[in-house]
């Protein structure tokens, strides 16, 4: 009935210890007894099974007295590595990482999402191939693989589903098709809520609840609430760019309504409204050239759009009552006219108390937001409980 | 540098042996001894220690062999109590549960809320006093107290917030106050999130996305995203009533906007437009008898009024894409009518993927939600793992 394997001494409880260790900060076989409640001889055997899968290691122990050697132990995150994946509609970036977040070498590429899934994921492997060599690693040390694409994932199985401008990737088995290249698990996402947790690990690491709202070709949100990604009961939460703006009743969204944000505020509605004025604006990247430049209309019709992004998200902040919001996509590019827009109407919309606090900014990250968050994404998975059991298992039945 | 008596044997790691039994099954010392991977010595102690205290007890087991005595052990939940409050505008009630959440008594009492904390959280003592003496328990067996009240609550002092219709509450402090009538941790949130833990433990047990909408005087959610109820940065998340709506732009709202939700649909906003149109109704209530009755202006008033919900629900479905939500409060007494409104926009504005699954009912657990959801919350505290800890070192301590 039980399986003796899994409940071994160097297994069961052990993730325990290691979650402890997670915080970096070494520690005796005694002080680890005292706190887990188990006997001392329980702990060395566990902290050997950590040892023995390069997790954790003895520590450099200066204060030690008496010239014995050191009996402290750590996490050790060097040994150990993720590739983080950031998978765009025209661009590839690849980060490698150790189990602290610290970058060890990166690689981007000009790539179409629609050269198809076999096309794209070859080069992330060669990419991600090619990072392990420079950095001196194997593909052995890669812990876990994070991606995130320019579509709707379903969450469970890393597949992506009927996804607008990745044609070839419906139900495609992504984690399935990496792992013919990496012996580890692959966690896949959509790219907002990837971004979402970049943002929050490189600005905002002790806030609970954060909104990441993408304004470019499309609108989309990643929410993290209670510190955790919220993706919902379908995993399509997040979805800004079809709720409707007062005053768009007259516009038709590609969605079949009229009226979404998306319609009057994207990257290409902009666009097409500084065309109908005269300007030559072919996308959301001659918009922000339009703004950098002075051009007065550009200015307007760009905070315009920051005033309708701004209605849907004091919706979002009467609701969710989030201490960040934080701007992203090409949109937010042209800096401080947009941002004005989305906090003129915020401020005017929204109850005093959700605001009191509330901080409204431009995204820090950048260009690597998507890179980082699949990172911490990975990350995240390769230190969580069930996978330390599942490593130690693994080292059990080889032993 | 570490608390001995905190993590003698009996204490630490006790608790990660309870949640195991938390889950109602009897497991004999060795099952337990295999899951922990601790020794079997090291599980007859920490048993000890929670039947010391209550928690768990021997089971009768009719399938032992040989006529040993039983040596299967499970969770007690009969042997302590918690207390359920939910304090309303113009009513009082009290339920006395077990830890399983099973009611052994209730009582309710007409009083204002505007008659004063003391006045008050007196009778709720007393209300719970008598309850605990009419089920025969005393007043230590009470492990905790939940309570909801009908404004904004500090989530971690457990103080009111400026709550509008709750004069002389602003910051007092109802865990102390209570705490001089039982010796036991009280948990204080808003009348509307208690109400959706209620909701969702009466109904929606397995659903981890919910949205509990009460439209009444007040129009407000509560929210369970991946099974935890979200209060946001400063504990206003759900505010629904300020959301504005597209066609109310003329309405001026007690908040002092123009457009809010609660300007159009909330029971005082139909009954006004329901006065307007010749028809004598003070109240919500005045304004449910009228669509009982069939009064067809009255059920046309009704339908819009759940339009503009659903206007603004549509939105929230979009951002948090819920498998659930559950309309509450006495304008749902409406019935149908006020639904088929919340449906007919909701599915006519948001994209599929995010509806597919989705259900929009009428609350099940009515007038007993909040009392529900105040015992829910104080089972779950009484239960955590900080909770057991503590109760496991008052014990160490004082034997």
Not at 383 to 388: A, Q
Request: charge should be negative; proline fraction near 5%; glycine fraction near 12%.
């Amino acid at each position: 009935m039980i399986d003796r394997r899994k409940n071994s001494p160097a297994v069961s409880g052990t993730s325990g210890l290691f979650q402890l260790l997670r915080d970096g900060q070494p520690r005796t076989r005694t002080e680890l007894a005292d706190l887990l409640g188990v006997a001392r001889s329980t702990v060395a055997l566990r902290v050997q099974a950590l040892m023995d899968v390069g997790l954790v290691a003895p520590v450099d122990d200066a204060a030690s007295t008496g010239g014995r050697p050191s009996s402290r132990f750590a996490l050790r995150t060097q040994t150990k590595v993720v590739l983080g994946v950031d998978i765009g509609a025209s661009h590839l970036r690849v980060g490698l990482t150790d189990l602290s977040g610290a970058r060890l070498r990166d690689a981007s590429r000009e790539l179409q999402v629609s050269e198809g899934p076999e096309m794209v994921l070859d080069t992330v492997a060669e990419l991600g191939k090619e990072l392990l060599q420079r950095a001196g690693r194997s593909a052995q040390d890669v812990l876990a693989i994070g991606v995130g694409v320019p579509g709707p994932v379903e969450h469970l199985t890393g597949r992506p589903i009927n996804p607008p401008i990745m044609p070839g990737w419906h139900g495609f088995d992504v984690p399935g098709y990496l792992q013919g290249h990496f012996a580890a698990p692959v966690l896949v996402d959509n790219d907002v809520n990837v971004m979402s947790v970049g943002e929050r690990a490189a600005a905002w690491p002790g806030v609970q609840d954060l909104i990441f709202a993408k304004v470019a070709t499309g609108i989309g949100a990643g929410i993290i609430c209670n510190g955790e990604l919220l993706r919902g009961a379908d995993g399509v939460a997040g979805d800004l760019g079809h709720i409707r703006v007062p005053h768009g009743a007259d516009l038709l969204c590609r969605c079949g309504n009229h009226g979404c944000l998306e319609a009057v505020a994207s990257g290409p509605a902009v666009a097409q409204k500084l065309r109908e004025l005269g300007r030559d604006a072919a996308d959301s990247l001659d918009v922000v050239a339009l703004v950098q430049q002075g051009d007065r209309e550009a200015v307007q019709v760009v905070r315009q759009a920051g005033r309708d992004v701004g209605e849907v998200l004091s919706a979002c902040l009467s609701m969710l009552n989030p201490a960040v919001i934080v701007i992203g996509g090409s949109m937010a590019l042209t800096g401080e006219h947009f941002i004005a827009g989305v906090r003129e109407v915020v401020y005017s919309r929204t109850m005093p108390l959700a605001t009191q606090q509330l901080q409204i900014v431009q995204s820090a990250s950048g260009l690597d937001a998507g890179m980082v968050g699949a990172s911490m994404l990975a990350i995240q998975h390769a230190l969580s409980p069930e996978s330390i059991d599942r490593m130690l298992a693994g080292a059990v039945a080889k032993a």
